[in-house]
T-cell receptor, first 116, second 109 residues
Framework: GAVVSQHPSRVICKSGTSVKIECRSL??????MFWYRQFPKQSLMLMAT?????????EQGVEKDKFLINHASLTLSTLTVTSAHPEDSSFYIC????????????FGPGTRLTVL | GQNIDQPTEMTATEGAIVQINCTYQ??????LFWYQQHAGEAPTFLSY??LDGLEEKGRFSSFLSRSKGYSYLLLKELQMKDSASYLC??????????WGAGTKLIIKP
């Protein structure tokens, strides 16, 4: 089956620092990757849609200058949380959509970010 | 519009059957998904329905009625490990998933 990895799985950082999260599709090509954020006991919230080779599309209310997304290849997308603050502490999950089948979307295991 | 609703929480007994309903309203539709999410983990895929009817996969079944904007996930022979949140989501005309808030299922012995 299709596998999506995320790195790191857990990160603790100081307020004001930047954190980069990688999302990789390991055995398939993903033209589109999605970045979600999930706060405790809440549902997934789509932050942005990332297409390979083009700028990401951000959802309303998500600051594109704070959450930098790069999708440089068909197997890798990165999310950088710049100048992180405690309110950015959350569970960040990526998902990747197979190039050939748009209805198939596979989730990474998530990254738990804690900003002190 | 992009409306999707499911109950917030349900409780069931080990060994029993539980049905989790999901209703949605959308002008563009490319299928209905169910995911399972354990606390602190990412969602895992359970089922995908794009045509009306019942899809059975082991202890789990999923039903879709497109005309009614209605789906349900049926879990049989409940086990304690089935305690989790169950998320329904429809795929819109842009092939983007629109998520429900999730149903927390509590299984009691």
């Amino acid at each position: 089956g299709a596998v999506v990895s995320q790195h790191p799985s857990r990160v603790i950082c100081k307020s004001g620092t930047s954190v980069k999260i990688e999302c990789r599709s390991l055995d398939f090509q993903a033209t589109t990757m999605f970045w979600y954020r999930q706060f405790p006991k809440q549902s997934l919230m789509l932050m942005a849609t990332s297409n390979e080779g083009s700028k990401a599309t951000y959802e309303q209310g998500v600051e594109k200058d704070k959450f930098l997304i790069n999708h440089a290849s068909l197997t890798l997308s990165t999310l950088t949380v710049t100048s992180a603050h405690p309110e950015d502490s959350s569970f960040y999950i990526c998902s990747a959509r197979s190039t050939g089948r748009r209805e198939e979307q596979y989730f990474g295991p998530g990254t738990r970010l804690t900003v002190l | 519009g992009q409306n999707i609703d499911q109950p917030t929480e349900m409780t069931a007994t080990e060994g029993a059957i539980v049905q989790i309903n999901c209703t949605y309203q959308t002008s563009g539709f490319n299928g209905l998904f169910w995911y399972q999410q354990h606390a602190g983990e990412a969602p895992t895929f359970l089922s995908y329905n794009v045509l009306d009817g019942l899809e059975e996969k082991g202890r789990f079944s999923s039903f879709l009625s497109r005309s009614k904007g209605y789906s349900y996930l049926l879990l049989k022979e409940l086990q304690m490990k089935d305690s989790a949140s169950y998320l329904c989501a429809y795929m819109d005309s842009n092939y983007q998933l629109i998520w429900g808030a999730g149903t927390k299922l509590i299984i009691k012995p």
